[in-house]
């Protein structure tokens, strides 16, 4: 008895999680994909970087860049879930937040163009505060 209970039970958990995968939206896709480099970035600067692995901070930049100028024109889920006018208005406010991360972004790669591992360490903070605001705006709370 006991073991058919684990096996439901398995095949629940499995079909839930099934269920949750299939329901990701492509924007969460493309955020997803691209924290990995976000943290690799992040914890070089905060940790102290290594100007040898400065090569590979740049293509993790580019990477990110790529999925946010892609993730600036999606909609956020939290948006289709509004009326059109509060819609529209969460998708304008919603872009231009898109656009300061994308400006502080930038100023990352600039700054370690520069060797300057200083100054890209203030800037990754304007991202990881424009990453906050975003969140905090537009991300649905946890289901
Ligand atoms: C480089 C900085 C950022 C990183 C690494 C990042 C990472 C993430 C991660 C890991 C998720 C959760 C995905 C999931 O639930 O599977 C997420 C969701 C989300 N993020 Fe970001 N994020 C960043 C910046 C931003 C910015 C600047 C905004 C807004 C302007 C934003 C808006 C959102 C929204 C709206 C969602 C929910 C997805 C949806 O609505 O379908 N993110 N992000």
Known sequence: ????????????SSLVMGIGAYADSELEEIMDGMNDDYKLVGK???????????QDYLAALQRIQE???????????LASTLGQEEKDKMVNDYR???????????????????????????????????????HDAYQEEDE
Do not use: H
């Not at 008895?1 to 629940?12: A, P, R, S």
């Not at 600039?110 to 890209?120: G, H, N, P, Q």
């Open 1 to 12: 008895m006991n073991k058919l209970k684990t096996l439901c039970f398995i095949f629940l």
């Open 96 to 134: 231009l937040e898109m656009i300061q991360a994308i400006i502080a972004l930038l100023q990352v790669e600039t700054d370690i163009l520069k060797d300057d591992y200083i100054a890209a360490k203030a800037s990754f903070g304007a991202l990881k505060e424009s990453k906050k605001r975003g």
């Open 44 to 54: 070089a600067l905060i940790k102290g970087a290594n100007p040898a692995d400065k």
């Open 67 to 77: 999925a946010m100028l892609k993730s600036k024109l999606m909609v956020p889920t």
